[in-house]
């Protein structure tokens, strides 16, 4: 499993600045359902995990006593602090790390975040034990993933593009299977949302850097995708193109009794 932590690290090495820019992570009301859920006074200390761009960070640094914001690649930490601090927030501090091994001790932290990038980690469960492990008692957990739907063909069809996209990509769960791997940590699953994101398929692709061989696959293996496929994703298709596609993630808080 240490390749795909490689691959993530190369993906997300050679695409930085493009996530830090990437409407999908940068704009979104699901980062607005994030900052409305958590229960704040303006004193915690809070722990963005994978923190990618920095969106998360960068939205609950004002709001918050510290962030320390963690990723696993060197270049995203540099994009993330750059677009941190020219938001003018001195209250952040940035570490590499990997999600599922954190370099923190126990109940560190008041509030754990998480958002658009679980679906890379190979051991999820072990991410989540170690959101358990840095929380103290009564500490959030506020995720937020792309999920798949319930039924096992949309959930082949989501995860196989995906990977076509992104080869550090490992496995987008279902809303059961987070649901079941969060309360069996311990954690109480308190609120969750359902968001539909339309996934535009040019700048999809381009955040990716993907070359033409692998859009044209990708493009193929979509139209020729079922007819319930089709209306499930809400697949837009135009002279043999395919414009858009809808996902859809969740929001969700757990606490740590």
């Given at each position: 499993?240490?390749?795909?932590?490689n691959?993530?690290q190369q993906q997300?090495?050679k695409?930085?600045?493009?996530y830090?820019?990437?409407p999908?992570?940068?704009?979104g009301?699901d980062?607005?359902?994030?900052?409305?859920?958590?229960?704040?006074?303006g004193?915690?200390?809070?722990?963005d995990?994978?923190t990618?761009g920095?969106h998360?960070?960068?939205?609950?640094?004002?709001?918050?006593?510290?962030?320390t914001?963690?990723?696993?690649t060197?270049?995203?930490?540099?994009a993330?602090?750059?677009?941190i601090?020219e938001?003018?927030?001195?209250?952040?501090e940035f570490?590499?790390?990997?999600a599922?091994?954190?370099?923190?001790t126990?109940?560190s932290f008041?509030i754990v975040?998480?958002?658009?990038?679980?679906?890379h980690?190979?051991?999820?469960?072990?991410?989540?034990k170690?959101?358990?492990?840095?929380?103290?008692?009564?500490?959030?957990?506020?995720?937020d993933?792309n999920?798949?739907p319930?039924k096992?063909?949309y959930?082949q069809?989501?995860?196989?593009?995906?990977k076509?996209?992104?080869y550090?990509?490992f496995r987008?769960?279902?809303?059961?299977?987070?649901?079941q791997?969060i309360?069996?940590?311990?954690?109480?699953?308190?609120?969750?949302h359902?968001?539909e994101?339309?996934?535009?398929?040019?700048?999809?692709?381009?955040?990716?850097?993907?070359p033409?061989?692998?859009?044209?696959?990708?493009?193929?293996?979509?139209?020729?995708s079922s007819?319930?496929?089709?209306?499930?994703?809400?697949?837009?298709?135009e002279?043999d193109?395919?414009?858009s596609?809808?996902?859809?993630?969740?929001v969700?808080?757990?606490?740590?009794?």
């Amino acid at each position: 499993m240490m390749d795909i932590k490689n691959d993530v690290q190369q993906q997300f090495g050679k695409n930085a600045t493009s996530y830090v820019s990437s409407p999908i992570h940068k704009d979104g009301k699901d980062l607005l359902k994030m900052v409305e859920m958590a229960e704040l006074t303006g004193q915690e200390v809070l722990l963005d995990i994978a923190t990618g761009g920095g969106h998360t960070a960068n939205a609950f640094a004002p709001l918050v006593s510290r962030v320390t914001a963690v990723d696993l690649t060197t270049e995203m930490l540099v994009a993330a602090e750059n677009f941190i601090k020219e938001n003018g927030h001195q209250n952040v501090e940035f570490i590499q790390g990997d999600a599922e091994q954190l370099p923190f001790t126990n109940e560190s932290f008041d509030i754990v975040t998480c958002r658009i990038a679980p679906h890379h980690f190979p051991h999820v469960d072990s991410f989540i034990k170690e959101v358990h492990r840095v929380l103290k008692p009564k500490g959030q957990f506020i995720l937020d993933d792309n999920v798949v739907p319930e039924k096992n063909d949309y959930d082949q069809f989501y995860n196989t593009i995906e990977k076509i996209r992104d080869y550090s990509h490992f496995r987008a769960w279902k809303k059961s299977e987070w649901i079941q791997k969060i309360e069996e940590s311990g954690l109480e699953i308190f609120e969750w949302h359902r968001f539909e994101k339309t996934f535009r398929f040019e700048p999809w692709c381009a955040n990716m850097k993907l070359p033409e061989s692998e859009k044209n696959q990708l493009t193929q293996l979509i139209l020729k995708s079922s007819k319930e496929i089709q209306e499930k994703f809400r697949i837009q298709i135009e002279n043999d193109k395919v414009i858009s596609f809808v996902g859809e993630a969740i929001v969700l808080k757990a606490i740590k009794r």
